[in-house]
Nanobody, 123 residues
Framework: QVQLVESGGGLVQAGDSLRLSCAAS????????MGWFRQAPGKEREFVAG????????YYTDSVKGRFTISRDNAKNTVDLQINSLKPEDTAVYYC????????????????WGQGTQVTVSS
């Protein structure tokens, strides 16, 4: 049974940093395309960052480039999202997701999802 469990969210001030972590069980993160998504209140869920397969190449949506860094710890089977210079508009529930599809774009085709972790940024 696949489980993705996010942690690391919280209430922070603008300009702070956070490190979100996604612990996976039932799958090996280096064999999947792993993504981080977020959903702000009243908005659709959006893709923010991904890392895939054993090669570990990464991709970011334009709005987070330079502030977000996705990484993977194969020994721990985790995928982290480092968020720097947090802004109030980063407030959202952040989700980890996994995909086996080699034919989908970075932001689609994810079969497994975590329950999310709340990030709230005060100004």
């Amino acid at each position: 049974q696949v489980q993705l469990v996010e942690s690391g969210g919280g209430l922070v001030q603008a300009g702070d940093s956070l490190r979100l972590s996604c612990a996976a069980s039932g799958l090996t993160v280096s064999s999947y395309r792993m993504g981080w998504f977020r959903q702000a209140p009243g908005k659709e869920r959006e893709f923010v960052a991904g890392i895939r397969w054993s090669i570990g190449d990464t991709y970011y949506t334009d709005s987070v480039k330079g502030r977000f860094t996705i990484s993977r710890d194969n020994a721990k089977n985790t995928v982290d999202l480092q968020i720097n210079s947090l802004k109030p508009e980063d407030t959202a529930v952040y989700y980890c997701a996994a995909s086996r599809s080699r034919y989908s774009s970075w932001n689609t085709g994810y079969e497994y999802w975590g329950q999310g972790t709340q990030v709230t940024v005060s100004s």
